[in-house]
């Protein structure tokens, strides 16, 4: 059984274009995450919520919009892409408890062309 | 500024001898790290992790130091294992929830 699931794994598409990325996860944790993986490796946060609330909101264009319909999944949109948002991005959950480990997805690659 | 740093883009061992990958960070109110390991396609894994309150934890053939006065923390496999080849992460937080990501070390155990 997948704990953290995204799709789709893979995502080419065009500048300009509207896509986005589904993350589900049956652990049953309450909180929810979404990195980027650039480039240069680093797995940088970008958004996170909490039963279903926004609580890390990190700097990120306005285009990148997040939504949690429940707190098993937590979907990303992004609007207008651009080349700089190729990348890898991850998904990942954590229960309650400061000492709890967040599980990762799987990852989805963008390639903006 | 990145706060959590990992200076080796590769490490390469030989198989049953000892990998050691570094992590260095700068801020001194992180009180909890950990490790990650990745494999290609998947995403990072936890492995182990430390709080600021031990100088070390070991779990099977993997063993964290810390070196607070140093703002230093090092990952230890000893045997190293071909299926050890992976991206190892070493990640910090402080009390909130938020984990700050090394730039990981691709770690190549060879047969």
């Known amino acids: 059984d997948t704990a953290v699931s995204q799709t789709p794994k893979y995502l080419v598409t065009q500048m300009g274009n509207d896509k986005s990325i589904k993350c589900e996860q049956n652990?049953?944790?309450?909180?929810m995450y979404w990195y980027k993986q650039d480039s240069k490796k680093f797995l940088k946060i970008m958004f996170s919520y909490n039963n279903k609330e926004l609580i890390i909101n990190e700097t990120v264009p306005n285009r990148f919009s997040p939504k949690s319909p429940d707190k098993a999944h937590l979907n990303l949109h992004i609007n207008s892409l651009e080349l700089g948002d190729s990348a890898v991005y991850f998904c990942?959950?954590?229960?309650?408890?400061?000492?709890?480990?967040?599980?990762f997805g799987p990852g989805t690659r963008l390639t903006v062309l | 500024d990145q706060q959590v740093k990992q200076n080796s883009p590769s490490l390469s061992v030989q198989e049953g001898r000892i990998s050691i990958l570094n992590c260095d960070y700068t801020n001194s109110m992180f009180d909890y790290f950990l490790w990650y390991k990745k494999y290609p396609a998947e995403g990072p894994t936890f492995l182990i992790s430390?709080?600021?309150?031990?100088d070390k934890n070991e779990d099977g053939r993997f063993t964290v130091f810390l070196n607070k006065s140093a703002k230093h923390l090092s990952l230890h496999i000893v045997p190293s294992q071909p299926g050890d080849s992976a991206v190892y992460f070493c990640a910090a937080k402080t009390s909130g929830s938020r984990l700050t990501f090394g730039e990981g070390t691709q770690l190549t155990v060879n047969p």
């Open positions: 652990l049953g944790h309450d909180t």
């Open positions: 430390i709080s600021s309150i031990k």
């Open positions: 990942a959950s954590k229960d309650g408890g400061f000492y709890n480990e967040q599980f």
